[in-house]
């Protein structure tokens, strides 16, 4: 507001729905998508007696334990009977998602700030090791973006009291991305720099 921004509340009412829909919608793209790294083609191959031994060894030995989950949520929900049940349905909600969007742009919104988590940034490891649902709570703010097929941007926004990193999210128009550079270098600078204690990479 003080860089020149007016701010103006907006309500997306379907966004409620996003993050069981897009557990929906994303395992069950994962699950279509990798079925072709099966070893015979593409990626990994992990030889084995005969051909369905070398499937199951190069898809156990090529997938992480989050990625094989996915696979198996997005196998479920794509499977006869539960594809109008899931599937179909979670589609439903992503349009409608979309279309909460389009009516804020089409009303003169250039772009939606969000919190990018719902906390402050937690250590590795420190979540989704024995609750994975856990872990994907923390999408919550994100995952509209990816329903609705806008680009976003999220930047460093300032420290807790614990001294632990926040960020904010900026959703912009379809194929926009130029705004939400300018309003996140907006942010970065009302920010300003500061550390975030020892860099757990060196």
Do not use: C
Not at 18 to 47: C, F, K, Q, W
Not at 69 to 78: E, P, Q
Not at 185 to 201: K, L, M, N, S
């Amino acid at each position: 507001k003080a860089a020149g921004a007016e701010i103006v509340e907006i309500s997306l009412p379907h966004t409620k729905y996003a993050l069981p829909a897009y557990y929906i919608v994303a395992p069950a793209e994962a699950s279509s998508n990798l079925a072709r790294y099966d070893g015979v083609r593409y990626g990994l191959r992990e030889p084995g007696r005969d051909i369905v031994e070398m499937y199951e060894k190069t898809r156990a030995a090529g997938f992480g334990a989050e990625v094989k989950r996915r696979i198996m949520i997005g196998t479920y929900v794509l499977s006869s009977g539960y594809y109008d049940a899931y599937y179909l349905r979670a589609q439903k909600v992503r349009t409608l998602i979309k279309r909460d969007f389009e009516e804020a742009y089409a009303a003169g919104i250039d772009a939606v700030l969000t919190p990018a988590t719902p906390s402050a940034a937690f250590g590795i490891g420190e979540k989704g090791a024995a609750d994975p649902v856990e872990m994907y709570l923390n999408d919550i703010f994100t995952v509209t973006v990816n329903m609705a097929g806008l680009p976003g941007l999220a930047v460093p926004a300032g420290l807790d009291s614990q001294g632990l990193p926040l960020g904010l999210q900026l959703i912009g128009r379809p194929f926009d991305e130029e705004t939400l550079f300018s309003l996140g270098q907006v942010i970065e600078q009302a920010a300003g720099r500061f550390a975030i204690g020892e860099r757990w990479w060196a």
